[in-house]
């Protein structure tokens, strides 16, 4: 059971909670048993239900935590298996949670929704501003995978989170993919899972870098400076992919971005390919920049060991530009993207939330 | 923090190094993982990028201290 404070109103309790540093700094909804309870119950599984521990205090995650994370961060029900899946992606061993919360480096736990829970446990915006602000379920669902990090995780600035600054994103960094415009298969097909299946995503990232390109429709090469930009953007020499070499990294495309490449012939694969190919550094260059990180060869060296280590998806406005998110590259397994399907048949409507 | 606990878990001796800047953390980690005494020697911070020179003056300094440290792990 998870511990109760009391509180003489709801204000009291909200300042309680930011002085025992158990908030992200901003306002949280109060979790009171009824609201919590109403929470759990909308996941159709057992408060106790344990996900597993989350570093680096190896607090154990039950399902009742995360319901007052989901609470706190202002979540619908609906939201819920979207972050529980965030939840399970983060406890996995192989995101290396304890380590990534402890770096000095700015990193963020960046939420990607692939699959019909975008609408279903959602919205989950992937149009305009899907990074925020204004959109509620991107907004409290990452948000509550934080506070999660906070109160079951332990991380917190200066003492256990260690982001020498941060970044905004670790307040809150949900997307969707607007699998309804892209050229491309979903993609979370392309990485494996059938098309019907709705998938949580998380990788540590960077806050978004922007890239401006403006096509020239009379060229048809085009596609070659953008692939080239997009790298540049993605692996310049000041980031760790590029010094560190590896990891993995995310490029958003916008949607004139995505038919640039698609008309190019070129599909998923072919992007991430021809992106890595041209996210190559000098050997001595590096040396030069940063020896005291750089590895030791003058050969030419690529900033990430494949084109899997690429997640390419398409998201946001119309317009010039993309994004791309350069990432931390460390740790036992290198940074590596988790990617959970969402379990939807448990859950249940929970009327009359709002008020509780 | 983390190495320095795994290794007195396997009963290895072991000192950790920690600077003045991370030894919240330090504690923090030291009684997440249920050893928070495990053996450690603050270091001024910052070390990293401070030249040679200045290494080997903070190497000379905190030896001693790495030592003790060891000789009362033997305990």
Redesign the interface.
Known sequence: MTDLFSAVDEAAALEDLHNRNMTDGLPVIIPTPARVSKMVLASGQDADMVLGAMGPANGMATLEKVAVAAVMAGCLPDYMPLVLGAVKAVIDPRFDLTEMQATTHCTAPLIIVNGPARHTCGPVSSSYGALGPGHRANASIGRALRLAMINIGGGRPGTSDMALLGHPGKFSYCLAENEEVSPFPPMHVDLGFDSQDSVVTVIGAEAPHSVLFSGDGDDPNQYELLLEILAIGLANAGTNNAILTGGMATIVLNPEHASVLHKAGLSRQDIASEIYQRCEMDGAEANRLCAGFARKTLKPRQAFTGPDQLLILMSGGSGLYSMVMPSWSAGANKNSAVSVKVEADFYCEVPSFVGA | MRDGVNFARIGIPAVALVTDE?W??GD??AQ??GMPDVPRVQLPHPI??TGTKNMKAIAADCAPAIIKALEADHD
Do not use: E, I, K
Request: glycine share 12%.
């Open positions: 991370f919240p953390q923090f980690v997440s993982l990293a990028g």
